[in-house]
T-cell receptor
């Protein structure tokens, strides 16, 4: 079975541009998480969804960030406009329910560089 | 609010020796506790978790973790380290619903031959 698929793997953009990161969770998983990893701040939870519904977006840095999950097989994280301080690796993870609740399956990440 | 602390940025161990990576947590109610490992340029991989039951939890690659409620700790252990265990290790905590998973700052484990 395919794991969590993220795209693009690498993105270099200029300040002010819109960035869209994409995630396809593992089929059958009912929770989806977006994390950001930097050297300075470590691994930060940005937002998570249960059954496609956003549950907690308190970690989203500011209004420039938005996330959607229009269906069970797709989610996006958008940054508009992007700033150099947004440079980080963004991870998507999905999680099954039931007895494996809380076990996260991570994608390979999207490395964003904002110049 | 829930939080997790990993007091050591780096742990250095000789191959064949036992290793311990420390983690303490704070959460309301009964915790869900996790350990994950990250290799360079990869996503995190699940190692093990504690929900309830036996305080010693066994996981992947020979790792185990000991839950200590009185000390609010969940230290990762392995009896005999391998060079291939060298990686970045994260402790994580979820509240009683395990819906919101928060990670510690990570500990870099370095095993020397």
């Amino acid at each position: 079975d395919a794991g969590v698929i993220q795209s693009p793997r690498h993105e270099v953009t200029e300040m002010g541009q819109e960035v869209t990161l994409r995630c396809k969770p593992i089929s059958g998983h009912n929770s989806l998480f977006w994390y950001r990893q930097t050297m300075m701040r470590g691994l930060e939870l940005l937002i998570y969804f249960n059954n496609n519904v956003p549950i907690d977006d308190s970690g989203m840095p500011e209004d420039r960030f938005s996330a959607k999950m229009p269906n069970a097989s797709f989610s996006t994280l958008k940054i508009q406009p992007s700033e150099p301080r947004d440079s980080a690796v963004y991870f998507c993870a999905s999680s099954p329910g039931g007895g494996r609740k809380g076990e996260l399956f991570f994608g390979e990440g999207s490395r964003l560089t904002v110049l | 609010a829930q939080s997790v602390a990993q007091p050591e940025d780096q742990v250095n161990v000789a191959e064949g020796n036992p290793l311990t990576v420390k983690c303490t947590y704070s959460v309301s109610g009964n915790p869900y506790l996790f350990w994950y490992v990250q290799y360079p340029n990869r996503g995190l991989q699940f190692l093990l978790k504690y929900i309830t039951g036996d305080n010693l939890v066994k996981g992947s690659y020979g790792f185990e973790a000991e839950f200590n409620k009185s000390q609010t700790s969940f230290h990762l252990k392995k009896p005999s380290a391998l060079v291939s265990d060298s990686a970045l290790y994260f402790c994580a905590v979820g509240g009683s619903s395990a819906s919101k998973i928060i990670f510690g700052s990570g500990t870099r484990l370095s095993i020397r031959p």
